[in-house]
């Protein structure tokens, strides 16, 4: 696979973290102030997203965020959401898809439903309370370790390489793809698309969308027509 970085400096246990902000793929437009905001205060200190940001001159941070200085668009590399008591993950954290490392630890929170981390590809560094595995099962990470009172989930494999199994659940025309810790997806192959990617060739847009117009003015006359008539009835 490809190489990583060393992690964050004087961090214990971040050996995976990856560093510097040309190994993170992923721009994402900077989310709602909600996101950043969901708890008081700045970056906490001692937290591993406040240590990376820390150890970046290419970062800065916006309440709980950190971000890629300068980036165009702007890159959400870390989200610090320890010590906010959250029971639950907040419904605004699908915002901070992009993050590569994320911090949750000292939260009561509950054992995470799967899913709860769909989409996070790029995410390479997940701090969680101690009482919780990580998501995906410790298949899912290169290295999981404990330090005090939380778990630490380092550099997130790709499950589609890790076993012929997870490709054989994908149909034919398709190949499987990472959707998150242990989590996966199947994409069409070129040019299939459709059901099961049996369909071949592009997606008919103007059929599709004649179709669809010549539906809605039709629905649109009629109840023009019905509306009218029950006006002229006395």
């Not at 992690?7 to 971040?14: D, F, Q, R």
């Not at 950043?36 to 916006?62: D, H, K, M, W, Y």
């Not at 054992?111 to 769909?118: A, C, D, I, K, Q």
């Not at 847009?205 to 117009?213: D, N």
């Amino acid at each position: 696979g490809n190489p990583r970085e060393v992690g964050v400096p004087g961090v214990p246990g971040v050996g995976g973290c990856p560093r510097g902000c040309r190994r993170c793929p992923g721009p994402a437009e900077r989310p709602p102030p909600q996101v950043c905001g969901r708890c008081p205060g700045p970056l906490r200190n001692g937290s591993i997203v406040a240590r990376f940001c820390a150890s970046q001159a290419s970062t800065e941070s916006e309440g709980r965020c950190c971000w890629e200085r300068g980036a165009r668009p702007e890159r959400l590399l870390g989200l610090d959401l320890s010590n906010c008591s959250l029971p639950s993950l907040p419904p605004g954290l699908a915002e901070a898809v992009a993050a590569i490392i994320l911090d949750l630890t000292e939260n009561p929170l509950t054992p995470l439903p799967n899913g709860s981390f769909l989409g996070f590809t790029h995410l390479q560094c997940l701090a969680v309370p101690l009482a919780l595995e990580c998501p995906g099962g410790s298949s899912a990470w290169e290295e999981v370790t404990t330090h005090g009172s939380s778990r630490l989930c380092q550099g997130q494999r790709n499950l589609c390489n890790s076993s012929m199994e997870l490709a054989w659940l994908c149909p034919e025309n398709a190949a499987c793809a990472p959707d998150g810790p242990g989590l996966i997806q199947c994409l069409c192959d070129s040019p299939f698309h459709g059901y099961k990617c049996l369909r071949k060739g592009t997606f008919p847009v103007l059929l599709f969308c004649g179709i669809l117009g010549a539906i809605t003015l039709s629905l649109s006359l009629l109840l023009w027509g019905t509306q009218r008539r029950k006006a002229k009835t006395p």
